[in-house]
């Protein structure tokens, strides 16, 4: 991954500067002392470019063969599943994109390269698969109201077949799942796939041994509660993201809390957190540290401190003694 900045760990300043300290603006007047330790931002291992091409390709034939099957058997179920399916592959392709887009290398334009691409791709992953959810379940009740026979043991085989399909490309993307929303966004869509194909064949059986009619829609609709279940969280979460949001896993009151408690600090204030990509998060502060010197080995000590303890790897940190009022005192939450 690159590195958005000469100092990104421990880009630090001392003096009385109050510029528009923002996120995307860090320049502090007065005497800026950097250390250029980076951390390990724990991206996702580079291998999952091979999980989401080998993803892409499986759901990719799969969607195609599945989609077929469903015209012919008349069955929503599939059709349904299938739509599902090829929103994933968009997903897929999408989160593969992102994270591609996140190793270009910072320009004058954008400072932090296109890391932000990632959150942009799990937002809009969230939102297809929200659209395609609303298709299936109009669909769904359209045929409630009115049945149409469906052959049971088409639906059974093919989706069996995606059981097998969504099953091994949710496994590629299994050890990453914790560390980036992109690759759980895949995880989880894969994952529910394979669930939702078995309610499928579920739903074939049942069809084929009573001949309710009622059964094919009714699972569509099951599987539309499935979507809505496993991805609301995404969408919060990246939405969250998008707008800046304190990342998930990080309490902003204790990092708060831990700077404060600092050698020497009687105030911390403008206090921002947020995420530079899915895998990154970001902090800049002020801490008023009255008649204190210029101390790199405390401040690098902070750094360290808050990757090891809050998982946040790249920190900005402005100390000032308190003589003058800052500007900026008031512009983030207490």
Known sequence: MSHDHAHSAHDHAEGHGHGHDHKHDHG?????????????????????????????????VYVVGEATYGVFANSLSLLA????????????????LAAW?????????????????SILAALANAVLLALVTGAIAWEAVLRLMSPQPAAGATMMVVAGIGIAVNGVTALMFASGRDRDLNVRSAFQHMASD???ALGVVAAGAAIWFTHWLWLDPAVSLAISAVIVFGTWSLLREALALALDGVPAGVDRVRVASYLAGLPGVTEVHD?????????????????????????????????????????IHHATLQVEDGSSPCELADHAAA
Request: charged content about 15%.
């Open 271 to 311: 206090l921002h957190i947020w995420g530079m990509s899915t895998t990154e998060t970001a902090l800049t502060a002020h801490l008023v540290r009255p008649g204190a010197i210029v101390d790199d080995a405390l401040l690098a000590q902070v750094c360290g401190e808050l990757r090891s303890r809050f998982a």
């Open 194 to 196: 394979a669930l939702v």
């Open 28 to 60: 502090h007047d007065g005497h800026g002392h950097g250390r250029g330790g980076h951390g390990h931002h724990h991206h996702a291992p580079t291998d999952f470019g091979r999980a989401f091409a080998v993803g892409i390709a499986l759901n990719g």
């Open 101 to 117: 887009l996140a190793g270009k290398a910072p320009s004058n334009r954008f400072t932090y390269g296109l890391r932000g691409s």
């Open 81 to 96: 599943d299938a739509g599902h399916n090829a929103g994933d592959v968009v997903s897929l392709g999408l989160a593969w």
